[in-house]
């Protein structure tokens, strides 16, 4: 039976999982958590990837591995493969500037916006590489100049893993290097020309940065580093979670996951490119050669995670609470731009209760606004996927807060849509865990593992709190 290995290294902690690579069977698995913080050092992942191997019982055994990762971090590297500067995530706004300039460069407002879609699939946010990599060249000028490769989270840690100190042998897959902002995903090339702008230089200069080969989804990109012990193990390309996720549920057409961890993210797999110049959709690329359109979030579990702090209670108890007020919380709306966000691109709002009354101000409907809130903010990310004439069959809810009994049961009334939602596990791990499978199978698809048990959740739609959310959800302040 041979053994492999799937990784994934999420905003908040890295998972391990360790699968039969013939049937998918669940044989061990570990964990680790990460630094709080949008500014990591990534030796934090590298120690915690480590750390989480170690409670998996370690990957002696293993015959492949992969790793899904946290998208479009600045891992910027020197000649020598140092770490220039901690890693900017996905969800640091600094950029925000950045992007208005790259808007900007291309034609300003929607006209450099659709140019952008047109080029990259994407309208420029500050999650997005090239955004971080302007930031850089502006307020670190002389970090910018030492740039000798970029990397992101999941392929720095899968060059990690090999041993190797070579910048030519770092490699990425499809569905990350689609979320830099200097890859073209219709065409399947870099964009030199835009990380040359990104950066200040020509694109002559750009073509001297190393950046990671893109390797096909199945392709072996290296093995483990046998200082470790690790020679014998096969390394697959990995790839961004989301897009290990999707590969982890095993999503074709039509299927659509609403992923709830930090971030809140609706995705759908496509045969062709979207690109969405109103910026609402990202089109970026899948694990499997096709398309991974998505509408992403800053503002996820991290609602919940607050509401809890402020009521005093866990996540179960606030389930009870929220499960205990009637829908619309007596007229209450939460909206949950905690971290500004990024879907609408308003990186510098605040959130909001608004319509508060002395009705209202109790624990139950605090609860009920918030997760109301959270899933209206997603609701939108669906809406403007179905609106790109993306289908939508089914919809199934992973990550930390699918586990939530109150996200299960008012999910279906704000989609106005049944809810699938799959046994607890680690999807993106799982995915990863698959896509090592296929490197090592040779076979033309991933292989066909046992789907999870899945439970279906109905309720009445409440299309008036949506309406209601829709009135409020611009009426927010900006951070002082
Ligand atoms: N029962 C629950 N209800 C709501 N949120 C939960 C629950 N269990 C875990 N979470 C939250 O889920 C998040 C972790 O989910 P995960 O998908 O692993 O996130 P990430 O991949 O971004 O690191 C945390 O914010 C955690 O507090
Ligand atoms: O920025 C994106 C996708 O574009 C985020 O989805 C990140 O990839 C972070 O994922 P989680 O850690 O929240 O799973």
Not at 41 to 58: F, M, R, S, V
Not at 213 to 226: I, L, P, Q, R
Not at 451 to 468: D, G, L, N
């Amino acid at each position: 039976m041979a053994l492999v290995a799937g990784i994934d290294s999420s905003t908040q902690s890295c998972k391990v999982v360790i699968r039969d690579a013939e049937t998918g069977r669940l044989v061990r698995s570990g964990s680790a958590q990460h630094p709080d913080g949008t500014e990591v050092d990534p030796q934090a992942w590298w120690d915690a990837l480590l750390e989480a191997i170690d409670a998996a019982g370690g990957i002696d055994d293993v015959a492949a591995a992969a790793v899904g990762g946290q998208q479009h971090g600045m891992v910027a590297l020197d000649s020598s493969g140092e770490v220039i500067r901690d890693a900017l995530l996905w969800n640091d706004t600094r950029s925000a500037e950045a992007v208005q300039q790259l808007v900007n460069e291309y034609g300003g407002g929607d006209q450099g916006k659709a140019a952008w879609a047109r080029m990259i699939g994407s309208v420029p946010v500050p999650s997005l590489t090239v955004t971080k990599l302007r930031w850089m060249a502006d307020a670190e000028p002389q970090n910018a100049q030492r740039v000798a490769a970029v990397a992101l989270p999941h392929d720095w840690l899968t060059w990690k893993i090999s041993g190797s100190e070579r910048l030519e042998d770092l490699a990425t897959d499809r569905s990350e290097v689609s979320g830099t902002g200097y890859y073209d995903p219709a065409a399947g090339q870099y964009r030199y020309d835009l990380l040359g702008s990104a950066l200040r230089i020509s694109e002559e200069q750009a073509r001297s940065i190393i950046l990671p080969k893109v390797a096909a989804a199945n392709e072996e990109v290296g093995t483990g580093d046998s200082a470790r012990g690790w020679g014998h193990i096969v390394l697959g390309p990995g790839g961004g979670d989301n897009a290990m996720g999707a590969l982890g549920i095993g999503m074709g057409t039509g299927d659509v996951s609403v992923s709830i961890g930090t971030s809140g993210v609706v995705a759908a797999t496509s045969p062709k490119p979207v690109q969405d110049p109103s910026g609402m959709i990202a089109g970026f690329a899948s694990a499997t050669g096709e398309f991974l359109p998505l509408a992403v979030t800053l503002n996820g579990s991290r609602v919940l995670d607050g509401a809890c702090r402020m009521l005093g209670v866990d996540h179960d108890q606030l389930a009870e609470l929220a499960l205990a007020a009637q829908p619309g919380a007596n007229g209450m709306t939460m909206v949950p731009y905690l971290e500004g966000e990024r879907t609408p691109n308003l990186p510098h709002a605040t959130g909001s209760f608004i319509g508060m009354s002395l009705a209202s101000m109790n624990p139950q409907d605090i609860a009920r606004a918030s997760v109301e809130g959270l899933l209206c903010l997603l609701a939108d990310g669906l809406e403007a996927m179905t609106d790109m004439g993306v289908p939508v069959n089914s919809i199934q809810l992973i990550g930390g807060a699918a586990k939530n009994p109150a996200v299960q049961q008012i999910a279906p009334a704000i989609f106005g849509r049944d809810i699938l939602v799959p046994e607890p596990g680690e999807y993106v791990a799982d995915g990863a865990a698959r896509q090592a499978a296929w490197v090592l199978s040779a076979l033309p698809t991933a292989p066909e593992w046992t789907a999870s048990e899945v439970t279906t959740f109905t309720a009445e739609p409440t299309r008036f709190v949506r309406e209601r959310y829709a009135q409020r959800r611009h009426l927010f302040t900006e951070r002082s």
